[in-house]
């Protein structure tokens, strides 16, 4: 594991079309909605078949450890994705691979990002106003930022402590 795939993040706004979005051809990231706001299973698991669909065409096989939360439910004919779920009510962060800090990072990288930008504006002497699509780029730029060993190490401590690239890494895929 190498921690170099990172899959487009996901926003999940109210409006199914935002006004700031509105000239906008191409996001950096995936925007969906609902009402709240929030994941929803139904987005959930479209989202992992698109991702099944991605992973066959490139002949490619995952495993994906996903938290306990009632959003997340696996969707059935799975060909290329095999879903581990972490189910441990109150389990603290030590076994959740994505809480060893890639959530952190990502965080850090966000206001450091947000802060510069208000610098940026502070030093034009310009009002700072930040739109939607302003913390969307700003957020898929610090998702950029994190680091493959940050990812690597997160997922050190649920036993995948192999960390330095092998043979077997520069192998093709599978048929």
């Known amino acids: 594991m190498k921690g170099s795939e990172k899959q487009k993040l996901i926003v999940i706004g109210k409006s199914q079309k935002p006004r700031y979005f509105k000239n906008v051809k191409k996001l950096p990231v995936h925007y969906k909605s609902n009402k709240k706001a929030c994941m929803t299973s139904d987005l959930f698991q479209k989202y992992l078949r698109q991702w099944d669909k991605e992973l066959d065409n490139k002949k490619r096989k995952i495993v994906l450890l996903i938290d306990n939360c009632r959003a997340h439910i696996e969707p059935s004919n799975l060909q290329r994705i095999k879903v581990f779920f972490l189910h441990f ?12 800090g890639v959530i952190h990072s990502l965080k850090c990288h966000y206001r450091k990002q947000l802060i510069l930008l208000i610098l940026e504006c502070y030093d034009k002497n310009k009002d700072c106003d930040i739109s939607l699509l302003d913390a969307v780029v700003l957020f898929e730029k610090s998702w950029t930022l994190v680091t493959e060993s940050t990812i690597r190490n997160g ?19 599978s048929k």
């Open 155 to 173: 997922f050190s401590c649920v036993g995948h402590m192999k960390t330095q690239e092998t043979e077997d890494d520069n192998l093709p895929p």
């Open 89 to 100: 009510p109150n389990t603290t962060s030590v076994l959740k691979p994505i809480y060893q």
